[in-house]
Nanobody, 125 residues
Framework: VQLQASGGGSVQAGGSLRLSCAAS????????VGWFRQVPGKDREFVAG????????YYADSVKGRFTISRDNAENTWYLQMNSLKPEDTAGYFC???????????????????WGRGTQVTVSS
C-alpha cells in the first residue's frame, strides 16, 4: 500500500487547511487510518484517527474541536480538515494506515501499518 499526503501549506493563525491522503495498492486491507505530526527534534505526535467504517473518530486533546477527520472508502482517501490553526500546529503531517486505536489515542505499528510521506503545515502568528 502506498500513501500520498497533500494539502499542506502556509497560513496565518486562525486560518484553515485541508489535508488529503490517497491510498493505492492493496487498499481493501486498510482498517483504522489517521494522521500524525512531527516537528524536527521532537517525538511524533498522534493527531487524529478514524475507524474502517468511518463511524468512530479519535482526536488528540490538542486538536479536539478544531480538526475533523473523515474518510471516503470509495476513493481510498481520508482527510483532515484543520480549522482555527495555531502556530503550535506547525509540523510535518504524515498519514498512516492500519493504525491501532484505543480510547482516544492511536499509534502506528511497523509490522501491520503503512506510513506516507509528509506534507508541511506552517502557521504564522
Amino acid at each position: 500500500v502506498q500513501l500520498q499526503a497533500s494539502g499542506g501549506g502556509s497560513v496565518q493563525a486562525g486560518g484553515s487547511l485541508r489535508l488529503s491522503c490517497a491510498a493505492s495498492g492493496r487498499t481493501f486491507s486498510l482498517s483504522n487510518v489517521g494522521w500524525f505530526r512531527q516537528v524536527p527534534g521532537k517525538d511524533r505526535e498522534f493527531v487524529a484517527g478514524v475507524s474502517g467504517s468511518g463511524g468512530r473518530t479519535y482526536y488528540a486533546d490538542s486538536v479536539k474541536g478544531r480538526f475533523t477527520i473523515s474518510r471516503d472508502n470509495a476513493e481510498n482517501t481520508w482527510y483532515l480538515q484543520m480549522n482555527s490553526l495555531k502556530p503550535e500546529d506547525t509540523a510535518g503531517y504524515f498519514c498512516a494506515a492500519n493504525i491501532i486505536c484505543s480510547g482516544n489515542d492511536c499509534y502506528w505499528n511497523r509490522v501491520i501499518g503503512y506510513w506516507g510521506r509528509g506534507t508541511q503545515v506552517t502557521v504564522s502568528s
